[in-house]
Structure formats: C-alpha cells, structure tokens
C-alpha cells in the first residue's frame, strides 16, 4: 500500500493559509519570508523529501495555482516528470496544464483509497488544505512532514479539520528546530 504524506509550512496556530504570497488571498499572505531570518536549513526538508516522491496529489485550486508556475520553475524541475493526481469533483480534463508530467483526476476519495492500494511510493500532498483535511478525516494519510514558522496568524485555512472524530495517534519520526524558530516535525500516523 501506498503512502500518502501532507508536506506544508504552519503556522504556530495551525494556519496553513497563503504561505507563499499575498496573492494566495490571506491578509499575512508571505509569511514564510517575512520577518523569520532565512535559515537555509530550515528548508532542508523540501530537498530530502524528493528522495521519497513518487507521485503529486493536489485539491483542484492548488493544482490550478501550482501547476503553470511550478511546470516551468527550476526550483520544481525534479517535479516535471512524476505522476500527478488532482482529487476533484469539478475540473475538467481540458484544464490540465500540458507538459508538466502524466496527469490524472481522481473524482473522489473511494479513487484515493482505490490509488493507495497500486503499486508505487509515497505520493506527496503539497498545499491542499481542504483535500488534506478530507483525507485525514477519512484516515488515509500516513505521515505528515510540518515546518512549523514561529507566527500566530489567528484566522485562515487550517491543516486540520474540527470534525468529531475518532482520535488519531502519531508517532515523531523527526524532529529539529533551527536559530530562526521554525522547527521541523515529522510525524507518522499509527491509529
């Protein structure tokens, strides 16, 4: 069976919103680069995680954000060619971004449980909080690799959902925390 891993930058609060820019649409938008020393390895973990990547997962407006930036970025060059998979009821096929790698939809979560059984690594989730939140709800992600950035964003999108569910154990894996107060967490999930 597959692994499906939630990669992203946190807030301390949970807020997982906008990291990259303003034009994400929260009102801290860019506080990844904002006012926190950069640390080069402090973001050593986007590099050791391609080791693992097999495969891209995305919810429809990440894939829509990320994939005509990133298909000719030379930051996600290693990205180009890996197997992507958007989980969305509602894109349509034409709105794939040519060249950037096979592509597919997966139209719900029972396709995601049916992808996870194939033959293959870990399928990595970058951005994605409503997807990330749904499959977590449904318990089908396996790990988690979190930098955590020393802020408190108050409101935003959150890596985690407030349904009442069942609780979920989680063993660290790895931890490090660096000079400019973002600390890496790496948690497997084990119940």
């Known amino acids: 069976m597959r692994d499906v891993v939630y990669t992203g930058f946190m807030s301390l609060d949970g807020v997982v919103d906008s990291p990259g820019g303003p034009s994400e649409g929260h009102r801290s938008g860019g506080w990844v680069f ?3 020393d950069f640390v080069a390895d402090a973001f050593s973990l986007k590099g ?3 080791a693992d990547t097999t495969a891209l997962m995305f919810g429809r407006r990440s894939y829509e954000a990320f994939a005509p930036v990133w298909r000719d970025s030379e930051d996600h060059a290693a ?4 197997p992507k998979y958007v989980v ?3 894109l349509p ?12 939809i997966l139209r719900s979560i029972d396709d995601v449980v049916e992808l996870k059984k194939s033959e ?3 399928i990595f989730i970058h951005g994605s909080a409503e997807l990330a939140r749904r499959l977590s709800d449904a318990g089908l ?4 690799n979190l930098l955590v950035f020393p802020v408190l964003l108050g409101a935003g999108k959150s890596l985690f959902s407030q349904a009442d569910k ?8 790895e931890s490090a925390p660096y000079s400019n107060g973002i600390v890496k967490l790496i948690y497997d999930v084990v119940g």
């Open 79 to 82: 990205y180009k060619d890996l």
């Open 48 to 50: 050791e995680e391609l």
């Open 93 to 104: 096929e034409d709105a794939l971004v040519d060249g950037w790698g096979p592509t597919t």
């Open 120 to 122: 293959g690594g870990a």
């Open 88 to 90: 969305s009821s509602t």
């Open 141 to 144: 992600i396996n790990r988690y």
């Open 166 to 173: 069942d609780k979920q154990v989680l063993s660290l894996r």
């Open 34 to 36: 904002k006012d926190i």
